[in-house]
């Protein structure tokens, strides 16, 4: 695909053709608590985002400056990233989640000049890590304190005239600096110019056509999340599409019923979820029945599917983790084929996708257009080149220059194989892998992908370098908690873990049959940094908390062990 003619495909030139033919449509609903919503026009969206980009410039705010970002997904998160290009700034959006010491690290490392603060909810564990004397500004849904702290959004529209005119920048101009979720260490602020993304959602849209001017979609993954960044925003600069934002984690479901999304994204962990959620109401054995009877086929489809929201959804998508195939199939039984996506922060998340309308368990499809795709020889790494690629990590010359190839390519870290139709299949990590005492190398994810089905567990690590077999951690989601409160519900429920174990087994080689599986009823959060604010587990801290018990769980010769 060529990368000639983005000009007006880039950020201010979309704002300003939606500002200039949809003034009154209305572009963001925000819920605003009690199940109340406020809905936003273009018009009024572009109002107060020259607005707040004229006080940014009367604050000092400068071309190339840096300006932050810490809130949930609000209409006011997007009218502040509009605000800071507006003003010529480059935005620095941080994840909601964040303990303080990475929050004063990335605000210290990008050498930001001013903070949003947005809506919250841990905002008091979060204040510490903002510099003394660093100027803030609050939005309408941001906790009390900061309200009372800092100026006001609604103050500062009603006191400021509007920036005047249409100022572009070019595609070559900075526009974001997204700081990396963090499973492998520090993290690192990759840069972003206008026309990567701007490419990047083109070359998005070419594949997946069913997302368009009349689109709805529910905005509830960070949008410092590279995915919802790329999807949600650019994709409604791009398309002019409606959206929702959700409330909180209690009123999810009322927010996605009341959107109704047409396309509606999601990382593996909510859709097992949502799985888990149906099967607790009907058993799994009985859905299967109803499936096969034709008359009461479509009447269960759509009910499973209007309960969950998704019944109006013609572009449902998966990503930034592996999505386990036997999940795949199960919602291709209701009627929802699941589009497979992949990418990564460093190239906007666009590289390989399954075709819209198949079904391609245990693969990511195929490049977009315009991407080329190649895996090494030597490792089995699977690297990628497209004009939506990374203008590098912000101040760091060097791990720049180590994650591209001498040609140019860049490195994705992750291993894979081509089908006979050059499907790309995820193998793993290039640094996931690990060897047993006996020499054999192990893979992981794809063990992961098969434990995670069982209706108990939320979230598993397979580890064990150095051991004789491999063994699995498992974390049980709330409602097996619960069951494993009492000695009858325990022992169910290890006899059922026991039975799953052992399927699983059953279809490994010898050398990757776990050991056991130890479950924890502890729940990995970010706020303990087991996982990533995008639920990745974080395999070194996993095994930071738990490997020196390893040779003691192996020891017992028990299937299942209870870690706590």
Request: net charge neutral; glycine share 8%.
């Amino acid at each position: 695909m060529s990368t000639d003619n983005l000009d007006d495909a880039l950020a201010l030139q979309r704002l300003y053709h939606w500002e200039r033919t949809a003034p009154d449509r209305v572009v963001f609903t925000q819920p605003v608590g009690a199940g109340v919503v406020r809905d936003y026009t273009w018009r009024e969206v572009m109002d107060q985002s020259r607005r707040m980009a004229a006080h940014l410039q009367s604050m000092g705010v400068q071309h190339g400056d840096r300006v932050a970002l810490l809130s949930k997904n609000t209409a006011h998160w997007m009218m502040s990233d509009f605000a800071i290009w507006l003003a010529g700034a480059v935005s620095v959006p941080l994840y909601p989640t964040l303990s303080a010491g990475t929050i004063r690290q990335i605000l210290e490392h990008s050498g930001a000049k001013v903070l949003f603060v947005g809506k919250l909810d841990g905002w008091e564990g979060m204040k510490p890590g903002v510099p003394d004397g660093m100027p803030c500004i609050s939005h309408p849904l941001s906790p009390d304190d900061a309200r009372s702290s800092y100026p006001g959004w609604d103050d500062i529209c009603a006191r400021t005239a509007p920036l005047a005119g249409e100022p572009v920048r070019p595609a070559d101009d900075l526009s974001t600096i997204m700081y990396t979720s963090g499973t492998t260490g520090a993290p690192k602020g990759v840069m972003h110019s206008f026309g990567t993304f701007a490419w990047g959602v083109r070359s998005g849209l070419q594949r997946v056509r069913a997302i368009n001017e009349s689109s709805r979609m529910l905005s509830y993954l960070p949008l410092s999340h590279v995915a919802e960044r790329a999807l949600v925003e650019h994709g409604l600069l791009a398309t002019g599409m409606r959206i929702y934002f959700a409330e909180s984690l209690e009123t999810f479901t009322a927010d996605l019923q009341r959107a109704r999304p047409t396309a509606f994204f999601s990382v593996p962990r909510l859709w097992v979820k949502f799985q888990q959620g149906v099967s607790a109401k009907m058993p799994p054995a009985k859905l299967e029945r109803l499936l096969k009877i034709p008359i009461l086929r479509g009447i269960v489809k759509k009910k499973i599917l209007s309960a969950l929201g998704l019944d109006q959804c013609v572009f449902a998508g998966g990503g930034a983790a592996p999505m386990p195939p036997d999940l795949l199939r199960w919602y291709d039984k209701l009627g929802l084929r699941i589009v497979e996506v992949y990418g990564m922060t460093e190239n906007c998340g666009v590289s390989h996708a399954t075709l819209p309308g198949t079904l391609k368990p245990g693969t990511v499809g195929l490049p977009y257009d315009g991407v080329q795709s190649r895996i090494d020889p030597a490792t089995g790494e699977i690297q990628m080149k497209a004009p939506c690629l990374m203008l590098g990590y912000y101040r760091e010359p060097e791990l720049t220059r180590q994650t591209f190839t001498d040609d140019g390519w860049l490195k994705t870290g992750d291993k894979g194989e081509l089908d006979a139709e050059g499907n790309l299949r995820i193998t793993g990590r290039v640094k996931d892998l690990f060897k047993t005492s006996k020499g054999k190398y192990v893979a992981p994810a794809p063990i992961e992908d098969r434990l995670v089905m069982h209706a108990a567990i939320e979230a598993c690590c397979v580890t064990g370098a150095n051991l004789g077999q491999p063994l699995a951690l498992a974390m049980l989601n709330i409602e097996a908690v619960r069951r494993a409160g009492d000695a009858s519900g325990r022992s169910e429920l290890e006899a059922s873990l026991a039975g799953h174990l052992k399927a699983v087994n059953a279809l490994l080689d010898p050398h990757e049959q776990l050991d056991c599986l130890v479950v924890t009823t502890q729940a990995w959060t970010v706020d303990n940094d087991l996982i990533t604010p995008t639920f990745k587990v974080k395999r070194n801290r996993i095994e930071d908390r738990y490997a020196a018990q390893y040779e003691q769980w192996v020891g017992t010769r028990r299937t299942v062990i209870w870690a706590d």
